[in-house]
């Protein structure tokens, strides 16, 4: 018996400080670098991956110069704590990318906050987090913004303080509700990180920043129609469709969705 128990004590004392490894073991007592890529590159390392995963794990990478926008690398999927944060996450100084700042203005990857239900925001307002797919008339938090794009969300935000920004908003409400209506994972809101009178696409290492002068129908169209799914590592988008969660739209007025 006690030959017994003391075997089971070196084996845990092995396995527990790492000197008994399989070869595709991984040391669960590490958490994954925020900067690492959604599944490891090395291919000695990579498990065998089932489609969806392998899909999600190429488009985290995809650098293609054939997709609308700029690659932005990914900064991970960590969370930070619950909404309201005690610091908020910055914006990465140019030439200083790390993973403890956002590397894009919109965000494209990083810190993010956890799935919380709705939460009510400073200015009274309240949001689910991440938010829904949908057109709101108040600022989504940026820590929001990678959740949503982690579950296959497309962020359309701007910074409007001319008529004719806000008359490009108005065509922009119409072309996301259509993208709505068939079905895309989009989420449409003021954002004062923005410059003014700027339009920001971002969705999961895509981002395309606009003046209104350069704003077209068609640039956003495409933005959204090759990013909404594109990236979707926890299955929100069913096989073969991108046609996903119900639209809500809320009031900047009383927060109210549906």
């Known amino acids: 018996m006690w030959l017994l128990i003391a075997g089971v004590a070196l084996i845990n004392v092995a396995i527990y400080t790492g000197v008994v490894r399989g070869e595709d073991a991984v040391d669960l007592r590490q958490p994954r670098a925020t900067g690492e890529p959604f599944l490891s590159t090395t291919p000695e390392a990579a498990p065998t991956l089932s489609p969806d995963r392998q899909q999600a794990h190429d488009a985290e990478l995809d650098d293609s110069p054939d997709l609308p926008g700029r690659f932005v690398p990914t900064q991970g999927r960590q969370h930070t704590d619950p909404y309201p944060l005690d610091e908020r996450i910055p914006f990465c100084p140019e030439n200083q990318i790390s ?38 008339d108040f600022e989504i938090p940026r820590e929001a913004i990678p959740h949503l794009q982690e579950h296959a969300g497309v962020f359309v935000g701007y910074h409007c303080v ?97």
């Open 162 to 258: 001319t008529n004719a920004c806000e008359q490009a908003v108005e065509e922009l409400e119409n072309l996301v509700s259509q993208k709505l209506s068939l079905g895309a994972r989009v989420v449409l809101a003021p954002s004062p990180d923005l410059a003014e009178d700027t339009i920001g696409m971002a969705a999961w290492t895509r981002v395309d920043v606009l003046s209104i002068g350069e704003f077209t129908e068609d640039r956003v169209s495409r933005f959204i129609d090759a990013h909404s799914c594109r990236f979707d590592p926890e299955g929100f988008c069913p096989e073969g469709s991108r046609t996903r969660a119900p639209p809500v739209r809320s009031s900047l007025a009383d927060g109210w969705s549906r």
């Open 99 to 136: 993973n403890d700042c956002y590397a894009s203005n919109p965000p494209t990857s990083g810190l993010h906050l956890p799935v919380q239900g709705t939460v009510r925001l400073a200015d009274g307002n309240s949001v689910k987090i991440p938010p829904d797919p949908g057109i709101y």
